[in-house]
């Protein structure tokens, strides 16, 4: 469920271009290394970075937000609904990185 919702907020953030790449490949490419921690029930390496990507991502995304949000008189609808996308998917993180560790710990992380 974290990586979907994750997937669609991100999809939805980068629906109108006002984020660069970067934003679009840091947030796929950690959903990628999710869904090996997914696959591999037993790696405590996969959970572990997959959390590790979820913490940059958050800083990353604050980055992108803050550095490429655009003026007032330059948002449309679609502009701010890409914005809140991101916004959401942000806020959303933490949840998501403090149920990721809880995964980590039953699967025998320390």
């Known amino acids: 469920a974290i990586i ?7 999809v ?4 109108n271009y006002m984020f660069p790449a970067s934003y679009a490949w840091g947030n796929f490419s950690v959903l990628a290394v999710g869904i090996w921690a997914i696959v591999q ?4 390496d996969a959970i572990m970075m997959f959390l590790t990507g979820l913490l940059l991502t958050v800083l990353t995304d604050i980055i992108h937000i803050s550095v490429f949000y655009p003026p007032n008189n330059y948002l449309t609808d679609e502009k701010r609904f890409s914005a ?9 993180k933490p949840v998501s990185c403090y149920l ?11």
Do not use: K, N, Q
């Open 41 to 44: 029930r037993d790696s405590l």
């Open 84 to 92: 809140g996308m991101a916004i959401f998917s942000l806020l959303l």
């Open 4 to 10: 979907l919702v994750h997937w669609l907020l991100t």
């Open 12 to 15: 939805w953030g980068c629906m």
């Open 100 to 110: 990721v560790y809880r995964m980590y710990r039953e699967r025998g992380g320390e």
